[in-house]
């Protein structure tokens, strides 16, 4: 094995010791009072999913509590009209394993859950899931494995939630002259267009 690359558990083990016992402690297999708060507070998570082509983690954003809680096991997380590009709902038809992890801004710590996915057009479900009298066309029901709050410290690090942080919007170029760099024949003020209107009338 080379000197400098870690191949096996065995490795990865010797070289970071044992896990902090109070990390593996509070590893639950359901939802409890904290998770559940916690995700009633949360409007932003990151779901990761994987298909036959690798890996894939998406963002998923709505108002606070957008996803709702079912019972202590199960929770259903909508899904807004996109770009139908359906990644994570594709990975899932082949493999229903998916990972979250839960913000609250101002909170450093974050809540990951781990379980099962599959995707629901119930409308008894969705209908009550609508915002500006559109419901999401679908829906993941996630059946919880693993759920443990994260410490905050690469929140910290990272001062995400720090405003002295944030950069002037002007310092990093806009999605449509990105696309139009990326794509041959795209125009930056028709692609900007695009994303204004996108933003503007497309969110549900």
Not at 84 to 92: F, K, L
Request: with cysteine.
């Amino acid at each position: 094995m080379s000197e400098d690359r870690i191949q096996s558990k065995t490795d990865l083990r010797a070289h970071y010791g044992e896990p902090v016992p109070r990390t593996v402690e509070r590893q639950l297999s359901k939802l409890d009072k904290h998770c559940r708060h916690f995700i009633s507070l949360s409007p932003f998570l990151v779901m990761a999913s994987w298909g036959p082509e690798g890996a894939d983690a998406s963002p998923k954003g709505d108002p606070p509590g957008f996803v709702k809680v079912i019972d202590d096991t199960t929770l259903l997380l909508p899904d807004r009209f996109g770009n139908r590009r359906v990644d994570s709902m594709q990975n899932i038809i082949d493999n229903p394993d998916v990972g979250l992890i839960f913000f609250v801004p101002g909170v450093e710590e974050t809540l990951r859950v781990n379980g099962k996915a599959e995707i629901t057009t119930d409308a008894a479900r969705l209908e009550p899931q609508a915002v500006k009298g559109k419901a999401p066309r679908s829906g993941l029901l996630i059946q919880v494995k693993e759920a443990f709050f994260h410490c905050g410290k690469s929140i910290i690090r990272s001062r995400l939630w720090d405003p002295d942080t944030r950069i002037e919007r002007s310092a990093f170029p806009t999605l449509g002259q990105i696309v139009a760099d990326q794509v041959p024949g795209r125009n930056v003020e028709e692609e900007d267009e695009v994303t204004e209107r996108v933003y503007r009338e497309e969110l549900y």
